[in-house]
């Protein structure tokens, strides 16, 4: 009994005193949680703490230059086990191959197993989340590109003079807008045309405490990037606007390649000194200066400035912009106010896709920098981001405008001078660009962005030889924008044509930098996930009713050529986008980009009628039909088309007996007559015409079999 008395009043029944008891500890419990609880309430009610400016300071350390201090920086800074692995050079959707596989040239090439699917390596299972969002942001600016022809531009040649200082900023984009090219204007592998893939927001993110660095570039291939490929296509200078239908690629979408694509090699020669992705990030962070964006003046109002920049960095854009636009009518001569109303604009148009919106961003920008007393870091930032949603709304000539101003305005900057550069690629003046990139290598020798351009100017020039040392130190040095799959295009292309067999060491680079499918397939402008093979059946296509209709009409088909080939007529076109290394090669078009060329068809009407009945043909957006003559002595170069998502028929009506061949990846075919021969083109191919008479063929091209009814109806046009 005793000790039951005892253990009732808190002792033990050995004679030991117990602890706090369960009710006293629960109780403590609480309050300690409410204290904590209360604490942080008071810190966030009361703003006790200023997020923005630690988050400012902790951006010093900024180690992947997304201009912030986040999870990634912390690892690649403490080393992190898979901190640098993590964040690979990603292909634009393309799934990576196996870096066992072996690549090797056509001469070398035997004819290929079966190859295997591939499965995604494991360190990119990890961070999942990271890379879908980087690699689903990267497709969507990629498959919004539609076509633009420099030549059709309204306003007259790009290298007018530049307009006088005090009228630069009346300057409107209403003017900037380009027509709609007419059927036929677009060849299809064009030499000497710069195009753009991405926009370069994506380069400069909208954020007053953006970082600047001395040698930080956007990659205007945003404005640059893409380039498209002399021969990589018909994509003229392309744009973006928000009320375009855009296909939206899945991240787990990837290429598989399949019956005859050649293996990958590792035949990479110690001549490549390419800086690795992880020696790039092994590269100590560089310091970057925090823009200083206000004058004497905006200093004193800096607490509602302030306020308005916190609401507009939280997302709330519809406060922040009445914010800024409060400020500006109540201090209209602060740059600042109307530099953040700019960016809520700018924002505002990206939340709602408005084009109309951005437009009025594009004006504000211009009147922040054209405010007296604006300090030189807004000035040069808002004329930046200025040139770069002009070039996402296609007008190319007022983002020219703006960029010729930049450079009046800050003469030794030579990332202004480079973009400027790209700034004529895109209007189709490569000899203006081609002088200031020789005016920035004449002041840094070493600007591998200068060198690439300059490089892929050459060779656009025919220069072949010349274009080699700069396109390959360019890649060489890993500055910013020259580790793109256009470089490596052109530096393998232009070697393969001066004989030098490292060509494929260079495609092999590109391939594992995840610029190219594999080193046969070296489209850039692919959905990703369809089946890649260099060559196909009727019957693999799925088109068998229009390879029937073909095959059954081709004398109809023959007939008609024939008759169209009178000189006289000159409907056959040379072909013009140096393809030829030698000979005599013309076409004659029926569609192009999906468009039916209605005088061309007055010469060939019942091929034109019968051709009718096949939208996957017709409706081809990616593709053209037409007729292809080749003389005896002639031969085309090595080269690809510009996309995965199309298929090319042949059909044979005038074929030699000898002579006449087509090589596609590693395999050689000849054509005959009434039969269709099917490939993609967005592999490696190469033509020999030795025959002693000439050759006539009928190209069809049709959507590739696995795109989907809402892919084919948004994908921009080629």
Known sequence: MAEDKEAKHGGHKNGRRGGISGGSFFTWFMVIALLG??????????????????????????????????????????????????????????????????????????????????????????NAEDEVKEQIQSLLQESVHTEYDPQLEAEGPAGEPQPEVEDFLTVTDGDDRFEALEPGAVHEETEDSYHMEETASQDHPNDVEEMMHEQERSDPSKAAREVDEPQQGAEEATH???????????????????????????????????????????????KKKKPKLLNKFDKTIKAELDAAERLRKRGKVEEAMNAFEELVCKYPQSPRARYGKAQCEDDLAEKRRSNEVLRRAIETYQEAASLP?????????????????????????????????????????????????????????????????????????????AKVHYGFILKAQNKIAESIPYLKEGIESGDPGTDDGRFYFHLGDAMQRVGNKEAYKWYELGHQRGHFASVWQRSLYNVNGLKAQPWWTPRETGYTELVKSLERNWKLIRDEGLMVMDKAKGLFLPEDENLREKGDWSQFTLW???????????????????????????????????????????????????TNCRLRMHLGLVIPKEGCKIRCANETRAWEEGKVLIFDDSFEHEVWQDASSFR??????????????QQRRSLPAI
């Open 37 to 126: 609880v209360w604490t942080s309430v008071a810190i966030v009610w009361f703003d006790l703490v200023d997020y923005e400016e630690v988050l400012g300071k902790l951006g010093v350390y900024d180690a992947d230059g997304d201009g912030d201090f986040d999870v990634d920086d912390a690892k690649v800074l403490l080393e992190e086990p898979g901190g640098l692995a993590k964040r690979k050079t990603k292909a634009k959707g393309l799934k990576e191959r196996s870096p066992s596989e072996k690549t090797f040239p056509p001469e070398e090439a035997k004819p290929p197993a079966e190859l295997e699917e591939q499965a995604p390596e494991g360190a990119e299972v990890q």
């Open 240 to 286: 973006q606007d928000y009320a375009e239908p855009v296909y939206e690629h899945s991240e787990n979408e990837g290429i598989e390649i399949s019956d005859n694509a050649i293996e990958d090699s590792s035949i990479i020669s110690e001549e490549i000194n390419v800086p690795s992705v992880e020696e790039q990030q092994d590269t100590p962070p560089v």
């Open 373 to 449: 007393d604006a300090p030189t870091d807004l000035v040069k930032l808002s004329l930046k981001r200025r040139s770069e949603r002009q070039q996402f709304l296609g007008h190319m000539r007022g983002s020219l405008l703006t960029l010729q101003r930049l450079v009046q305005l800050f003469p030794g900057d030579t990332t202004l001078k480079n973009d400027l550069g790209v700034g004529y690629l895109l209007m189709g003046d490569n000899d203006s660009a081609k002088k200031v990139y020789e005016e920035v290598l004449n002041v840094t020798p070493n600007d591998g962005f």
């Open 592 to 642: 192009q980009q999906g468009r039916k060329n209605e005088n061309a068809c007055k010469g060939a009407p019942k091929t034109c009628a019968l051709l009718e009945k096949f939208s996957e043909t017709t409706g081809c957006r990616r593709g053209q039909i037409k007729y292809s003559i080749m003389h005896p002595g002639t031969h085309v170069w090595p080269h690809t088309g510009p």
């Open 696 to 709: 006539l063929i009928f190209i069809v091209d049709v959507w590739h079999p696995e795109l989907t009814p």
